[in-house]
């Protein structure tokens, strides 16, 4: 990965239509664009998704104390058919003890399993995914140890700060490996998988999906200010967020931590994961249209920068971090400085920082961009600025 082998590039235009006249007004972006650059997306690189079920949960555990007292924890089970059967995701919740009322949230998908977030022992341990008849596994799924992922979600700081959290595991949803689409939420719409063609939904779009329903139950928990939840994902989940928060305007701000190339990143700086990469490591996380691009960046009638302006005027925290070159901070940078016109044009301060290599600050106003030291991952400091940019936009 070199920097003077990025080629030259140019962007697609974000404030132009596609008819060619220019996006002037919150109308112009409301009504033309912002539907226009949806349909982009969903028809060029994730896929559409099907209608939510209507909301069907069973509650698995009611509040009950927890973390030496500073919380209360409840889990449930939300189902994706619309009956109390079938695939569902088991979502964790904690809030401070000390809450009288609603608090806001953070939601966000975990990698191994909802007992990874927390070593509290009464974390449900994740149910093996259904049999399925698609492809197995290469390689079974390691059992991951309980509180092991504990550092990437800072639950007593984020209840310290006054927040509630809420996670489910991502293979709760839809596995994630390249199994034809037989398992997980696919396998709910044969008749979406008898006619599966270059627009049919991929595993991120799922994955997105999922944490709109996600959603559908948090806007219905007496815990949740569903006025003020962050929806946030990291790396791979953080693409999955920002499609999920570009579409679904319930969610008060996005936060995309290193989710590089297919998420914040710019395709076309071409700089470490491409689209031809990850279309042939994981065939199954875009819709197969997006597999015509491979190689293609320059050809391109779109890039990041108009995904990320779809959260506008919302809060937007794009977070890099030095070391994650194969996500490309400065890609992830420039995705948030060019979405920034369409966060302008609605009356938020956009961004207007210049690139620093080395730039552990978080720059000021809407989207925000911060880059930390260190490698791919989520750490306290990154939960910290999340936090502080949250207090910026939900206030006391
Ligand atoms: C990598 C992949 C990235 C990123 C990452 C992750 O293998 O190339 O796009 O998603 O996995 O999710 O950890």
Redesign the pocket.
């Known amino acids: 990965m070199d920097e003077a082998q990025v080629p030259p590039f140019v962007l697609p235009e974000l404030l132009k239509a596609a008819d060619g006249k220019a996006v002037t007004s919150k109308d112009d972006w409301r009504w033309k664009r912002r539907p226009e650059l949806l349909a982009l997306f969903e028809q060029e690189m994730y896929g559409q998704a099907p209608a939510r079920p209507p909301l069907a949960f069973a509650v698995l555990e009611e509040a009950t104390p927890a973390l030496e007292g500073k919380a209360l924890r409840k889990q449930v089970r939300v189902f994706f058919s619309g009956r109390k059967e079938g695939p569902a995701m088991d979502v964790l919740m904690y809030v401070p003890a000390t809450a009288s009322g609603p608090v806001p949230f953070f939601w966000g998908l975990n990698f191994n399993g909802n007992h990874t977030v927390s070593a509290d022992a009464a974390i449900a341990l994740p149910r093996p995914a259904p049999a399925s008849s698609g492809k197995p596994r290469l390689k079974p799924l390691k059992p991951a140890e309980r509180g092991s992922e504990a550092s990437r979600w800072q639950i007593e700081a984020v209840l310290a700060h006054g927040y509630g959290t809420a996670t489910a595991w991502y293979e709760d949803i839809d596995p994630d490996y390249d199994d034809g689409f037989q398992n997980g939420v696919h396998a709910l719409f044969p008749e979406i998988e008898a006619r599966r063609g270059g627009t049919t939904w991929g595993s991120l779009a799922a994955w997105a999906w999922g944490l709109r329903v996600g959603m559908d139950y948090l806007v219905r928990e007496p815990w949740c200010d569903a006025a003020r939840v962050g929806l946030h994902g990291h ?3 953080g ?1 999955a967020a920002v499609w999920a928060g570009a579409q679904d305007e319930r969610f008060s701000l996005v936060i995309s931590n290193n989710s ?3 998420g914040a990143a710019l395709s076309k700086r071409f700089f470490g ?1 491409n689209v031809g990469g ?1 279309n042939t ?2 065939p199954h996380w875009f819709c197969s249209n997006y597999h015509q691009w491979k190689g293609r960046e320059p050809d391109m009638p779109f890039d990041q920068h108009q995904l990320l302006a779809l959260v506008a005027p919302r809060g937007l925290l794009v977070g890099s971090a030095e070391e994650d070159l ?2 490309d901070p400065e890609g992830e940078f420039l995705a948030a400085r060019a979405a920034s016109p369409a966060f302008v044009l609605l009356g938020e301060k956009g961004l207007e920082a210049h690139w620093k290599r080395e730039n552990s600050a978080i720059s000021q106003g809407n989207p925000a961009h911060w880059q930390r030291p260190g490698k ?1 991952d989520v750490t306290d400091q990154d939960w910290e600025r999340w936090m502080s940019f949250a207090r910026s936009r939900w206030g006391k």
Do not use: Y
Request: charged residues 20%.
């Open positions: 790396s791979r989940l693409k590089g190339c297919g994961e990850i490591n994981f194969w996500a791919h």
